[in-house]
């Protein structure tokens, strides 16, 4: 099946620092799709690609979608410590009734005050 | 934006029952929800994909006679976990998804229940 590889897997950064993570896929998606979650609750979507070479921002967050459709990265400027949490990227595909997503193995950040 | 509703949020139960957690999606119509399984520190796990009105899909390694999907109405879908085990114990998430005809949706998801079989 589908494999995303996530990186980094953890980081540790002082609050005000810029953060990047990534995923790569061994195929191509039609969707990039990227959650936080917070410890005991569900995932929370952050920022959804929809085209290749797309950049989308939200507040303090931007998020591409490579060229090659199979790899996409997450920026935070300027980290807060609400910003703690994990982030997973999640790849999804359409067609048919089968929206499923793979996602990858999350990047648990922590921030320092 | 849409929501997601998931309850219980936490369930402790004894080993040989069942647990029922119901999935609603509350201000859009789902036509599909999925299930995920989350273990701690690890990533969301696809346990399967439950269509309104059909039967659920599995994914290879999930017993769709223990883990029972119904997705009886558009807002709403349940799983049941019967004869729960210890090994059952986990954190479950769904989610639901319009689907739309130029674009992916993205899914939406509830906040987990987390189960505890003793």
């Known amino acids: 099946g589908q494999q995303l590889n996530q990186s980094p897997q953890s980081m540790f950064i002082q609050e005000g620092e810029d953060v990047s993570m990534n995923c790569t896929s061994s195929?191509?998606?039609?969707?990039w799709l990227w959650y936080k979650q917070d410890p005991g609750e569900g995932p929370v979507l952050l920022i959804a690609?929809?085209?290749?070479?797309e950049l989308t921002s939200n507040g303090r967050l931007t998020a591409q979608f490579g060229i090659t459709r199979k790899d996409s990265f997450l920026n935070i400027s300027a980290s807060i410590p609400s910003d703690v949490g994990i982030y997973f990227c999640?790849?999804?595909?359409?067609?048919?009734?089968?929206?499923?997503?793979?996602f990858g193995k999350g990047t648990l950040l922590t921030v320092n005050p | 934006g849409a929501v997601v509703s998931q309850h219980p949020s936490r369930v402790i139960c004894k080993s040989g029952t069942s647990v029922k957690i119901e999935c609603r999606s509350l201000?859009?119509?789902?036509?599909?929800m999925f299930w995920y399984r989350q273990f701690p520190k690890k990533s969301l796990m696809l346990m399967a994909t439950?269509?309104?009105?059909?039967?659920?899909?599995?994914e290879q390694g999930v017993e769709k006679d223990k883990f029972l999907i119904n997705h009886a109405s558009l807002t709403l879908s349940t799983l049941t976990v019967t004869s729960a085990h210890p090994e059952d114990s986990s954190f479950y998430i769904c989610?639901?998804?319009?689907?739309?005809?130029?674009?992916?949706?993205?899914?939406?998801f509830g906040n987990g229940t987390r189960l505890t079989v003793t």
């Open positions: 989610s639901a998804s319009t689907i739309r005809q130029d674009r992916g949706s993205p899914l939406h």
């Open positions: 195929s191509i998606f039609n969707t």
């Open positions: 690609l929809y085209k290749a070479g």
């Open positions: 999640a790849g999804q595909l359409q067609g048919g009734s089968n929206y499923k997503l793979t």
């Open positions: 201000d859009f119509q789902a036509t599909t």
């Open positions: 439950s269509n309104e009105g059909s039967k659920a899909t599995y």
